[in-house]
């Protein structure tokens, strides 16, 4: 009797766990075997004809969303696949876990081996090729994007990769760098199955860089690269066998990769040589094998079952609430976990709120009060209209109170693929503020300039910036463009816009090119007191409110050269802030998960679009 095996993708977990399990189930299915992707719980014991089933899980995941609940007699006949590698929580999740189960497997060496020195036994499962992922098949095919980075966003990798991607910026890139967080579907920056499997199929090199305190070799990731011909140029790994550096990817450090990358760029034939060997040694690699060993690793629990008298009826042993093993809830889990650091982020929301000092009132109020006294419009310390510039485009620099905008941030405008028709420049008006001083120079631009960028004065661009912004922006309906910035720990403005990050992290504070008259139907930059400091995140807020649409671009666009951050009511009174932001945008304020309940949301007034999807 052979037993079924079915990856059990639990409700609530990574769409990334779902891809693999396609691949285990067809790996076993090609193997001779019988395997099913099913999610939800674990399924009984045996099926409606009384034939044996073998569960497979994630045990990080699966024990993090109520799985330590299941009987511990289900659990010991059931496998647990390990994908996590040591130094991070989820393989200290996973090895916590794993012992309770009949049978487990991992990945890589490295895994296998402290896995064994903490006395379990662990069996290999070796990834290889696999038609789940496979979209290229070795065919000579165009590959228009140079350099291709997919990862989570982790602080110590961001820091690495920054400055590498910014050595590239003159290739075609795509940087797609979701947030750490549970991502139930594919959405947003977040790229799954086929649209990820089709850009490796299209991308010449892979970045791979390891997040904080590992140095394992990403498995996964590489053999979906090397089953669509995407070059690997990795950082140096433990267990990369059987891949042979310099045969079948390249291993480099620090700014060496970006050198590695521009090689095989330059390098066709190079760049074919690793492409072929890599999926020689793949296709050598065929995952069915592992299947094999997978659904005899079944066989062998079921039989232990029978022996033991396992079975106890037709329908198997009923899953029954125990108290969780290792800490993790066994209650129903949330839709998504929301991420506890963004890059790039300069607020967020409390997860309490204090009110601040009543000092903190004195001084918006005496700023409140300044404001009320001005009239007229401040003007700008100069104003530049470049040879040769576009009379459609502005670029506003805005420097802070008391300082200047770097020469070097001018130069690289006016020495750009594309320049700007108008360059205003000038420090942020002290008894206004910033969001007043940009409102009052866009107004004096003059009418023939329809698309405006407005930016601090630290951000230098890359020599293509504003034209990619500038092609961008020409999509049909698109009211804002923007790309990556490279700050000095790691890179922003890789993620889009989306109400429930937006309800609590300032993350988009780099700059964006808006169509002119999309800023004034949004009545342009906050002059309130109480939202200095803030005047970015709350136009992106307010925009995302009113159902603007934006493009992201997947590259680095800027450098930020200059840190420099006055104090701004947020810092020491985000109550009042937070007060102020959901004033003045409520739907999407509404959405902070941690304040609210999904009940109590408002109801949007209008359908609201996030680059062409509705958001729910």
């Known amino acids: 009797m052979t037993a079924e095996v079915v990856f059990?993708?639990?409700?609530?977990?990574?769409?990334?766990?779902?891809?693999?399990?396609?691949?285990?189930?067809?790996?076993?299915?090609?193997?001779?075997?019988?395997?099913?992707?099913?999610?939800?719980?674990?399924?009984?014991?045996?099926d409606d004809a009384g034939e044996p089933v073998v569960?497979?899980?994630?045990?990080?995941?699966?024990?993090?969303?109520?799985?330590?609940?299941?009987?511990?007699?289900?659990?010991?006949?059931?496998?647990?696949?390990?994908?996590?590698?040591?130094?991070?929580?989820?393989?200290?999740?996973?090895?916590?876990?794993?012992?309770?189960?009949?049978?487990?497997?991992?990945?890589?060496?490295?895994?296998?081996?402290?896995?064994?020195?903490?006395?379990?036994?662990?069996?290999?499962?070796?990834?290889?090729?696999?038609?789940?992922?496979?979209?290229?098949?070795?065919?000579?095919?165009?590959?228009?994007?140079?350099?291709?980075?997919?990862?989570?966003?982790?602080?110590?990798?961001?820091?690495?990769?920054?400055?590498?991607l910014l050595d590239l910026a003159d290739l075609e890139q795509r940087v797609v760098m979701a947030a750490d967080e549970v991502v139930v579907e594919p959405g947003?920056?977040?790229?799954?199955?086929?649209?990820?499997?089709?850009?490796?199929?299209?991308?010449?090199?892979?970045?791979?860089?390891?997040?904080?305190?590992?140095?394992?070799?990403?498995?996964?990731?590489?053999?979906?690269?090397?089953?669509?011909g995407a070059v690997v140029v990795t950082e140096p790994s433990t267990d990369l066998a059987p891949a042979r550096p310099g045969e079948h990817l390249l291993v480099a450090s620090g700014q060496?990769?970006?050198?590695?990358?521009?090689?095989?760029?330059?390098?066709?034939?190079?760049?074919?040589?690793?492409?072929?060997?890599?999926?020689?040694?793949?296709?050598?690699l065929d995952v069915r094998k592992a299947g094999a060993r997978l659904a005899q690793a079944a066989d062998d629990l079921t039989r232990r079952r029978s022996r033991r008298g396992?079975?106890?009826?037709?329908?198997?042993?009923?899953?029954?609430?125990?108290?969780?093993?290792?800490?993790?809830?066994?209650?129903?889990?949330?839709?998504?976990?929301?991420?506890?650091?963004?890059?790039?982020?300069?607020?967020?929301?409390?997860?309490?709120?204090?009110?601040?000092?009543?000092?903190?009132?004195?001084?918006?109020?005496?700023?409140?009060?300044?404001?009320?006294?001005?009239?007229?419009?401040?003007?700008?310390?100069?104003?530049?209209?470049?040879?040769r510039g576009h009379r459609s485009v502005a670029v506003v620099l805005v420097a802070n109170t008391g300082s200047e905008v770097p020469r070097s941030v001018v130069d690289a405008f006016v020495a750009g693929t594309l320049i700007p028709g108008f360059l205003v420049m000038g420090a942020a008006d002290d008894d206004r503020g910033a969001g007043w001083t940009r409102n009052a120079w866009i107004r004096r631009l003059p009418e023939s300039v329809t698309c405006v960028q407005v930016q601090d004065g630290s951000l230098l661009p890359v020599p293509d910036a504003l034209r990619q912004l500038v092609g961008a922006l020409a999509e049909p309906g698109a009211d804002v463009a923007y790309g990556a910035v490279v700050e000095p720990d790691g890179i922003s403005a890789t993620l889009d816009p989306l109400p429930h990050r937006l309800a609590r992290h300032a993350y988009l504070d780099g700059p964006g090119l808006w169509r002119r008259e999309v800023l004034h139907r949004l009545g342009g930059f906050a002059v309130d007191p109480w939202v200095d400091g803030l005047e970015d995140h709350d136009?992106?807020?307010?925009?995302?409110?009113?159902?603007?649409?934006?493009?992201?671009?997947?590259?680095?666009l800027w450098e930020r050269v200059v840190v420099a951050s006055p104090w701004a009511p947020y810092v020491d009174d985000p109550e009042t802030v937070l007060t102020v932001l959901e004033e003045r945008s409520p739907w999407v304020m509404r959405r902070d998960p941690y304040l609210y309940q999904r009940s109590e949301a408002t109801t949007a007034p209008s359908p609201r679009t996030v680059r062409g999807a509705a958001v729910p």
């Not at 991308?203 to 394992?216: D, I, K, M, Q, Y």
């Not at 970006?258 to 050598?284: I, K, Q, T």
């Not at 136009?539 to 009113?546: E, K, N, Q, S």
Request: proline residues 8%; hydrophobic residues 40%.
């Open 188 to 228: 947003g920056e977040a790229v799954g199955a086929e649209a990820k499997w089709s850009l490796l199929a299209s991308s010449r090199v892979l970045l791979n860089a390891h997040r904080a305190g590992t140095e394992s070799f990403e498995w996964v990731r590489a053999l979906e690269a090397m089953c669509n």
């Open 539 to 556: 136009l992106w807020c307010r925009a995302v409110d009113h159902g603007s649409r934006h493009v992201r671009l997947g590259r680095v």
């Open 310 to 387: 396992g079975r106890r009826s037709r329908r198997g042993i009923a899953d029954r609430p125990q108290p969780p093993t290792d800490g993790a809830p066994s209650s129903q889990p949330p839709v998504w976990t929301p991420a506890s650091w963004l890059p790039g982020s300069k607020f967020t929301a409390p997860h309490v709120r204090v009110p601040g000092s009543l000092e903190v009132l004195d001084r918006v109020g005496a700023a409140a009060a300044r404001r009320a006294r001005c009239s007229g419009d401040p003007a700008p310390d100069r104003v530049l209209r470049p040879f």
């Open 55 to 164: 569960p497979v899980v994630i045990p990080h995941e699966f024990l993090a969303l109520g799985g330590s609940g299941v009987a511990p007699d289900r659990l010991r006949t059931s496998i647990a696949l390990n994908v996590e590698h040591p130094g991070s929580d989820t393989f200290e999740r996973a090895a916590r876990g794993a012992g309770l189960f009949g049978a487990v497997f991992d990945i890589n060496e490295q895994s296998r081996d402290e896995l064994r020195s903490r006395g379990l036994r662990v069996e290999p499962f070796q990834l290889g090729w696999s038609p789940v992922w496979d979209r290229w098949g070795g065919q000579n095919t165009d590959r228009p994007v140079d350099v291709v980075v997919l990862a989570t966003h982790d602080r110590a990798r961001d820091a690495r990769l920054g400055p590498i």
């Open 8 to 46: 059990v993708h639990p409700p609530g977990s990574s769409f990334f766990m779902r891809e693999l399990g396609a691949v285990v189930v067809d790996a076993v299915q090609r193997a001779g075997g019988r395997a099913r992707l099913v999610t939800g719980a674990l399924p009984p014991s045996v």
């Open 256 to 284: 060496e990769m970006a050198a590695a990358v521009r090689g095989l760029v330059e390098d066709p034939d190079a760049a074919l040589a690793v492409r072929s060997a890599a999926y020689d040694l793949v296709r050598g």
